[in-house]
């Protein structure tokens, strides 16, 4: 079991705790919230049977997850017995040491003991019951990677794809999906496109424009209390910037992919459409609980995950999570000057990945 001494050094260069003077201990607090992920897998694979396709995909998941944590804990309190692991892979749950309780709450119960162990004294006995807890969730986990059939190997690799998705050790865009069509089915790669607000009474009405032609619809904010979402098509455009992405832009413009009938119905067609402002409108909700991230040079991951399992089946489904951060990001920093200035210009640049906020003259 090579693997696990490769994953933990691949694990401890992507800690992003390191550094805290409460390392151990966030690292068991992270330990206890992910082996509630997997004990609510297993609920819910046990409660819901056949009704519940994505079981393994998530049991995967959560699996690496909390196998980051564990190795990382085991890295610092007794790195040696990462090795023992590693060497020792142990095919499932002693019949010796099984309890009376059911494999999952075994499970809970093994890793709530290491929380409460870590509060003692470094004693050589307590070093001993910490080395004899720590080998116990690796036996259980072990058992519930047999019982769930759910490699621990795929689980970690599958970790280390996340991982290089949300925080990469190079960012490398990927390229653009249309970059081999004709140059009229392509997203423009340059483009200044202007915001006009106006007011209908109380209303407040969104004018997009470009070369002195106005595109789209007027758009209102659509809600009773006013929220700026007039401006939504921002979002569409730094998509398009940052993920070389955008039914809704493709729409807009007319330069779909005619040429390829597939793509031009899977991929540009009205469902990717919808799809794409069911995507802004989440994301959305969750900005204005966040001042529209001001401040943030990060989101959540949890936003993130979401966003991607939105869009499995569709061409960006490819692009890496970092990507989506910085479309969102950048987005809604451009999005916060429009809505506060009443407008403007943007510049988009898909060749450089840049958007550009003009102010209104």
């Known amino acids: 079991m090579r693997w696990l001494t490769e994953f933990a050094d691949a694990a401890r260069k992507t800690d992003r705790l390191t550094g805290s003077p409460d ?40 699996l690496g997850d ?30 010796g040491r099984l309890s009376s309780l059911p494999l999952f709450l075994e499970f809970g119960a093994a890793v709530g003991d ?74 423009p790669r340059r483009l200044q ?15 997009l424009r470009c070369n002195g032609i106005n595109f789209g619809d007027r758009l209102t904010d659509n809600i009773h209390d006013p929220d700026g979402y007039r401006y939504h098509d921002i ?40 799809l794409e402002e069911a995507v802004s409108a989440v994301v959305f909700a969750r900005a204005k609980q966040l001042n529209f991230f001001e401040g943030l040079d990060h989101l959540d991951y949890d936003l993130l995950k979401t966003v991607s399992h939105f869009v499995e089946g569709y061409e960006v489904e490819r692009v890496p999570l970092w990507q989506w951060e910085a479309a969102i990001l950048e987005g809604y920093a451009i999005f916060r000057k429009l809505r506060t200035n009443c407008g403007g210009s943007v510049v988009l640049n898909l060749e450089q990945h840049e958007l550009k906020y003009i102010s209104v003259a």
């Open 23 to 62: 390392h151990t201990a966030l690292l068991a607090a992270g330990l206890m919230g992910e082996a509630g992920s997997v004990l609510t897998e297993l609920k819910k694979q046990e409660r819901e049977l056949q009704a519940y396709p994505a079981y393994r995909r998530r049991m995967l998941e959560e």
């Open 66 to 95: 909390f196998l980051w944590y564990f190795v990382r804990l085991v890295t610092a309190l007794d790195k040696p017995l990462l090795n023992e692991f590693a060497v020792t892979a142990a095919p499932g749950v002693s019949q």
């Open 114 to 187: 290491i929380l409460k162990m870590l509060g003692k004294d470094d004693s050589v006995r307590r070093a001993e019951e910490r080395r004899a807890l720590l080998g116990r969730v690796w036996e259980l986990l072990c058992a519930i990677s047999e019982k769930s059939r759910v490699s621990l190997k795929a689980a970690a690799d599958g970790n280390l794809r996340k991982i290089e998705s949300r925080w990469p050790t190079e960012r490398l865009y990927a390229p653009l999906f249309d970059s081999e069509f004709a140059e009229e089915e392509q997203l």
């Open 193 to 207: 496109m202007e915001f006009r607000e106006r007011s209908h009474g109380e209303q407040k009405v969104v004018i």
């Open 235 to 274: 979002f569409h455009f730094a998509h398009a910037v940052h993920l070389g992405w955008s039914p809704v832009v493709r729409a807009l413009l007319r330069c779909k992919r005619k040429s390829n009938s597939q793509i031009d119905e899977a991929e540009d067609g009205a469902r990717a459409v919808i």
